[in-house]
């Protein structure tokens, strides 16, 4: 690889992060139930880079102090590796 094909990627990858901190920021100030169409507006940004995004961003809430920030991006990023395949569906047990 060439170092203008490296320092693209970096710009690219930089700006995937970027787009996945404006999610997680929206995700975060919604009304509580308006998760689900936020989410469904970015269709662009479901991956798994989204949900190691979001699970990075909940231990700085740990770390913070911000409990209920850091359960609510860990459930939201369950929810979404269910969606995407990522997570086994393991059933409860009796």
């Not at 209920?68 to 269910?82: D, H, I, M, P």
Request: charged share 30%; hydrophobic share 35%.
């Amino acid at each position: 690889m060439n170092e203008t094909t490296t320092e693209t990627n970096q710009e690219e990858s930089q700006e995937r992060l970027n787009q996945y901190f404006g999610l997680i920021d929206k995700l975060i100030r919604c009304p509580n139930g308006e998760e689900p169409q936020v989410i469904e507006s970015h269709p662009e940004l479901l991956d798994e880079g989204l949900i190691r995004t979001m699970l990075k961003i909940a231990a700085i809430f740990v770390h913070e102090d911000n409990q209920e920030g850091a359960k609510f991006l860990v459930y939201v990023a369950r929810q979404l590796s269910k969606q995407l395949g990522l997570y086994p569906d393991v059933p409860a047990k009796e």
